[in-house]
Nanobody
Framework: QLQLVESGGDLVQAGRSLRLSCAAS????????MGWYRQAPGKRRELVAA????????YADSVKGRFTISRDNAKTNTVYLQMNSLKPEDTAVYYC??????????????WGRGTQVTVSS
């Protein structure tokens, strides 16, 4: 079992920055990949960024150069999303995600409850 708790969402003006955090807790000690997704009203949930426990990262084209994902494996499998130069189109609920391998093969996706990011123009 794994619990993911996000924090850091806020209302900010365009051009400003925010840092989101996601702390994982539970009986799973090693999480291969952690990531951030977002869902805007009326739109599908989309991948924003992901990072492996080896530090390999993957970003959506729309956030490359503005967002940075990082994780602290030494502490508590915590993942961060530094968001700079925010745009109104970044407005969405941001969800933390952790796909964990199962003994049956494949992954089980754990999700946080989400944190709201609103960027005003």
């Amino acid at each position: 079992q794994l619990q993911l708790v996000e924090s850091g969402g806020d209302l900010v003006q365009a051009g400003r920055s925010l840092r989101l955090s996601c702390a994982a807790s539970g009986r799973i000690s090693s999480i291969p990949t952690m990531g951030w997704y977002r869902q805007a009203p009326g739109k599908r949930r989309e991948l924003v960024a992901a990072i492996t426990n080896g530090g390999n990262t993957n970003y959506a084209d729309s956030v490359k150069g503005r967002f940075t994902i990082s994780r602290d494996n030494a502490k508590t499998n915590t993942v961060y999303l530094q968001m700079n130069s925010l745009k109104p189109e970044d407005t969405a609920v941001y969800y933390c995600n952790a796909p964990v391998p199962t003994m049956y093969g494949g992954n089980f996706d754990y999700w946080g409850r989400g944190t709201q990011v609103t960027v005003s123009s």
